[in-house]
């Protein structure tokens, strides 16, 4: 069996990962493991591959593989851009690393809320204009407990951000595209249908964009959506871009339509430096960082190698993409 690492070009860290992989497998024998530089290298290997771990595949590469090509491990969540029409339509296994980032994100969530409902910029403007504002700025803040905070898209993501919400005390209201009828459960308050959208709208003080970008999801959250958002609320986007209407977005902030937003990603990255976001002081922006950390890669061949075991005692797959839903 052969297994195509597209991950690294550094041959010291490439050494480290597979080091890695190899001591978390049961079976040793009988696999062998390929370094892939480049997507021009991998277009000369693939044909001989079983397995390709790598972060994306496009589909002029793909169609130089062969009926070998059992599995390919994507190590990202998002990987819609992977999804094209030939992958969808062969027998080929799709898994993600859904559920490397939750830990990461939900952080950077949270963070997110403190920074507007603790004044952070408003402490930033005090350190570099002396100002003394204590009372102007302690009439703003915002006390978590007992705030809604409302999920759109309940994966590992959205339920670690849940977990981290309940922490300080708010309530949780989430949706995801399966869920049938409204529901509690130890970490959500309301899990509801994604036909019921509008009450998370209306009814919740931060919203947190946590799902996969699809057909389904791209444009979600239109002018519409966000004219149903109390004035007082505050929306977060840590999944794709797309999935929020940009200009209609921008229209709310500048119009006060709503608090405030914070963005890690956007329709077109990186950020146009003439982006109108960047003027705005009721917007948090990040540089689609939120869900990197240092030991990201040790993370994916760990997760790899736990699938790999699965895979060669013919056991179910975990985070298997599933190619009618695309996620």
């Known amino acids: 069996m052969k297994i195509g690492l597209q991950l690294t070009q550094n041959q010291e860290k490439y050494s480290t990962l597979t080091s890695i992989l190899k001591s978390k497998l049961d079976k040793k024998n009988g696999i062998t493991f390929l370094q892939i530089g480049n997507d021009d290298e991998l277009k000369t290997k693939i044909d001989s591959l079983d397995i390709l771990v790598a972060y994306k595949i496009n589909e002029n590469i793909f169609s130089h593989s062969s009926k070998t090509l059992k599995w390919v491990h994507l190590g990202s969540a998002g990987i819609e851009q992977s ?43 005090f350190k570099s204009n002396q100002k003394w504002a204590q009372w102007e ?17 309940f994966g590992e993501i959205g339920k670690s951000i849940a977990q ?34 509008t009450y998370l709208l209306k009814n919740s003080d931060y919203i947190v964009v946590a799902c996969p970008l699809t057909p389904l999801t791209n444009g979600m959250i239109s002018k519409a959506e966000l004219g149903k958002m109390k004035s007082s ?12 209407d940009e200009s209609a977005l921008i229209h709310a902030l500048k119009e006060n339509k709503i608090a405030g937003a914070g963005l ?64």
């Not at 950077?108 to 603790?118: A, H, R, T």
């Not at 309940?166 to 970490?187: G, H, P, S, Y």
């Not at 609320?233 to 929020?244: C, S």
């Not at 699938?307 to 190619?323: A, D, M, P, W």
């Open 83 to 125: 999804l094209f029409p030939e992958i969808l339509k062969s027998k080929t296994i799709i898994t993600n690393a859904s559920g490397i980032h939750a830990g990461p994100v939900s952080e950077f969530v949270m963070g997110m809320i403190l920074y507007f409902s603790k004044q952070f910029l408003g402490c930033e403007k």
């Open 233 to 244: 609320a505050f929306i977060i986007n840590i999944a794709r871009g797309a999935i929020i």
């Open 137 to 153: 700025l302690a009439r703003k803040t915002i006390q978590l407990k007992n705030k809604t905070i409302g999920i759109i898209g």
């Open 264 to 327: 890690d990603v956007f329709e077109n990255e990186p950020l146009d430096k003439d982006n109108p976001l960047f003027e705005l002081d009721n917007v948090f922006l990040s540089p689609h960082i939120s869900g990197n950390f240092p030991e990201y890669q040790h993370d994916v061949v760990v997760q790899f190698a736990e699938n790999l075991n699965r895979y060669l005692s013919g056991k179910i797959l975990k985070n298997r993409v599933c190619k009618k839903r695309l996620y």
């Open 164 to 197: 981290k919400a309940k922490a300080f005390d708010m309530k949780v209201i989430a949706t995801r595209r399966l869920q049938k009828k409204i529901e509690n459960k130890k970490i959500v308050d309301e899990l509801i249908p994604l036909s019921e959208l």
